[in-house]
C-alpha cells in the first residue's frame, strides 16, 4: 500500500518534473525566436510562401467549420431560449459566442490540427534528412530562415481567419434562423449589429494571433527536436498537435479571465 | 590549417570518437577512410559545430574554432553530404544556387542560374534538370546536385561525404577528377570521404584511417600503398579475415 502510493507520487513527480522541463525548452525557444527575430535577414519570399500556405489556403477547413458552429449555435440557443421565453437572443448571443470564444477557439484548433502537423512534419523531415544542417552550412540560419517565417505569418494570418470565421459564423446562425426558427430578416440583422461590441471582436482577433503564435511555435519545436527517422517525424507531428491544441484551451482561458472579468 | 586534438564524442553508451587527433593543411586533400559506422561523418559534424564534442579541441587556424567567428568561416565553405540533403521544397538550380539567392552573396536571379548551370555541367548534369525538384531525380543525379552546390560558391574549404556512393565508375572518375582539380586549381582544403579506394588514390594527398574510435593509421598515397599495418591492408584490399571484426 504505502509502496504504491510512493510509487503514485513518484511518477506525479517525475511527470511534472518533465512537464516543466519541457516547459522550459519551449519558453527558451520562443525566446530565442524572439531574439532572432530582433536583427536581419528577413526571409520576405519565405514570409510570403507560410502567408499563403498557413493563412490563405485555410479559408475553407475555417469557413466550414465556422459556417456550421455559427448554425448549430443557433439551434441551441433557440432551444436554451425557449425555455424562459427569450428566443429573441439568438441573434446576439450567436454573434457573441462566435466573436468571443468559438471563432478565436475553434479557428485556433483547425489551424492547429492542420497547420501544426504540416510544419511539424516538414521541419521534422528537413531534420533527419540534414537538410537543417545543409542550411547551417550554407550560412543561412534555422531559425531566421524557417521558424521566423512562419511564426510571423500564423501570428498575422490567424487573426484574420478569425475574423473571416466570425462573419462566416454569424452567417451560418443568420441562414438557420431565417429559415428554420422563423426570423425576420431585418430583425436578425439589426440585432446583431446593434448588440455586437468592436471589443468583442477585437479580443477574439487577439485571441487568434496569440493561437496563430502558439501553434507554429510547436511546430517549429517539435520539428526542430525531431529525432532520427520517420518514426521520430510521426512523434513530432502528433507532439506538435497535441501541445498546440492544449496550449490554446489553456490560454484562451487566461485570455478570457484577463479581458472579461473586472 | 584544421587541426583536431584528442576530440571525444559519444551518443549515450555508444563511445563513437575516442580521442582523434588530426590535421589538414591549407590547400590540401585529406581522405578519411575506414568501416562503416565508425564515425566519419560525425568527425566533420564536429567540426562544423553540427555536434558538440565531449572532449578535446578543435583549432582553426591554430584557434579554437568555439572562439573563431562560424559566420565567416561557412561564407568561405561548402559540404556535400552523405545523404545529398537538398532541398525538397526548391528547384535543382536553386539549391545549387542557394548562397547566391540570399545573403552576402545576393546576385540577380539570372546571374545565379546561370552560375548554378554552369556547375551543373561540370558535375555531369544538362542545363535541362535545371527546373525540376531534386525528387524527380535518380539518386546518383542528386548526389551530384549537392555537389554542384557544395561547390557553387567557390569555397575555400570543403568536405565531401561520400561523393561516389551511387554513381557508375565512369560517373565516379568524372567526380574524383572534379574534387583533384578543385583542390589543385582552386587551391581548396578539402576532406573527403570514401570508401572507395580509386578515389582514395585519385584524390588524396593524406590518407587517415579512422578504426575503434582513434585515427589508426595517416600518411601519404606511397606510404599507403608500402605500409604493412594490418588493419590498412586488411582494409584497403577488403579482405573478410583479419583485425578488423566482422559480423556474419
Ligand atoms: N544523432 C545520432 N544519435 C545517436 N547516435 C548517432 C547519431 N549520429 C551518429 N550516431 C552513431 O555514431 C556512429 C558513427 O556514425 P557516422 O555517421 O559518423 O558513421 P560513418 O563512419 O560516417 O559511417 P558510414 O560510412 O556508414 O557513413 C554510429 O554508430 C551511429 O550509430
Ligand atoms: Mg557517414
Redesign the interface.
Known amino acids: 500500500m504505502r509502496m504504491s502510493i510512493n510509487s503514485a507520487l513518484g511518477n506525479i513527480g517525475r511527470s511534472t518534473i518533465s512537464f516543466l522541463a519541457a516547459l522550459g525548452r519551449v519558453v527558451l525557444f520562443a525566446f530565442e525566436t524572439f531574439r532572432e527575430m530582433i536583427s536581419g535577414?528577413f526571409?520576405v519570399r519565405e514570409l510570403f510562401v507560410c502567408l499563403v500556405q498557413i493563412g490563405w489556403l485555410s479559408l475553407p477547413v475555417i469557413g466550414l467549420t465556422a459556417l456550421f458552429t455559427g448554425g448549430a449555435l443557433a439551434l441551441q440557443i433557440y432551444a436554451g431560449g425557449a425555455r424562459f421565453n427569450a428566443e429573441a437572443v439568438v441573434p446576439s448571443i450567436v454573434a457573441i459566442g462566435m466573436t468571443r470564444e468559438l471563432g478565436p477557439v475553434l479557428g485556433g484548433l483547425m489551424v492547429a490540427a492542420r497547420v501544426a502537423s504540416s510544419i511539424a512534419a516538414?521541419i521534422g523531415t528537413?531534420k533527419v534528412?540534414?537538410?537543417i544542417?545543409?542550411l547551417?552550412?550554407?550560412?543561412?540560419k534555422p531559425m531566421k530562415y524557417l521558424t521566423i517565417p512562419r511564426v510571423v505569418a500564423a501570428t498575422v494570418a490567424v487573426p484574420l481567419l478569425v475574423a473571416v470565421g466570425d462573419a462566416i459564423g454569424i452567417m451560418g446562425g443568420y441562414m438557420v434562423g431565417i429559415s428554420r426558427l422563423g426570423f425576420n430578416e431585418a430583425a436578425y440583422i439589426k440585432n446583431t449589429v446593434d448588440f455586437l461590441h468592436t471589443w468583442d471582436i477585437l479580443s477574439g482577433m487577439i485571441k487568434g494571433a496569440a493561437f496563430g503564435f502558439i501553434v507554429a511555435l510547436m511546430g517549429c519545436y517539435y520539428g526542430m527536436n525531431s529525432s532520427q527517422g520517420a518514426q521520430g517525424v510521426g512523434k513530432a507531428t502528433k507532439s506538435a498537435v497535441v501541445a498546440a491544441s492544449v496550449l490554446i484551451l489553456i490560454s484562451n482561458y487566461i485570455l478570457t479571465e484577463a479581458f472579461f472579468t473586472k | 590549417m584544421i587541426q583536431l586534438q584528442n576530440v571525444h564524442k559519444s551518443f549515450g553508451n555508444n563511445h563513437v570518437l575516442k580521442g582523434v587527433n588530426m590535421d589538414v593543411g591549407k590547400g590540401k586533400s585529406l581522405v578519411i577512410i575506414g568501416g562503416s559506422g565508425t564515425g566519419k561523418s560525425i568527425i566533420l559534424k564536429c567540426i562544423l559545430g553540427l555536434e558538440k564534442p565531449n572532449q578535446g579541441q578543435i583549432l582553426l587556424h591554430g584557434k579554437d574554432i568555439n572562439r573563431t567567428n562560424r559566420e565567416n568561416f561557412f561564407a568561405r565553405f561548402g559540404m556535400l553530404f552523405q545523404g545529398g540533403a537538398l532541398f525538397d521544397s526548391l528547384t535543382v538550380w536553386q539549391n545549387v544556387a542557394f548562397k547566391m539567392l540570399r545573403g552576402k552573396l545576393k546576385k540577380t536571379n539570372a546571374e545565379a542560374r546561370n552560375i548554378a548551370i554552369e556547375k551543373l555541367r561540370h558535375v555531369g548534369l544538362k542545363p535541362e534538370v535545371a527546373d525540376k525538384y531534386p525528387a524527380e531525380l535518380s539518386g546518383g543525379m542528386q548526389k551530384r546536385v549537392s555537389l554542384a552546390r557544395a561547390i557553387a560558391a567557390n569555397p575555400e574549404i570543403i568536405f565531401f561525404d561520400e561523393p561516389n556512393t551511387g554513381l557508375d565508375p565512369i560517373m565516379s572518375g568524372v567526380i574524383n577528377d572534379l574534387i583533384r582539380e578543385i583542390v589543385v586549381e582552386m587551391k581548396a582544403t578539402a576532406i573527403t570521404i570514401t570508401h572507395d579506394m580509386s578515389s582514395v588514390r585519385a584524390i588524396a594527398d593524406k590518407v587517415a584511417m579512422l578504426h575503434d574510435g582513434k585515427i589508426r593509421w595517416t600518411g601519404s598515397i606511397e606510404e599507403m600503398e608500402q605500409s604493412d599495418d594490418p588493419y590498412l591492408t586488411q582494409f584497403i584490399n577488403g579482405h573478410s579475415h583479419g583485425p578488423i571484426e566482422t559480423i556474419r
Open positions: 535577414p526571409y516538414e528537413m534528412t540534414e537538410q544542417d545543409a547551417v552550412t550554407l550560412s543561412t
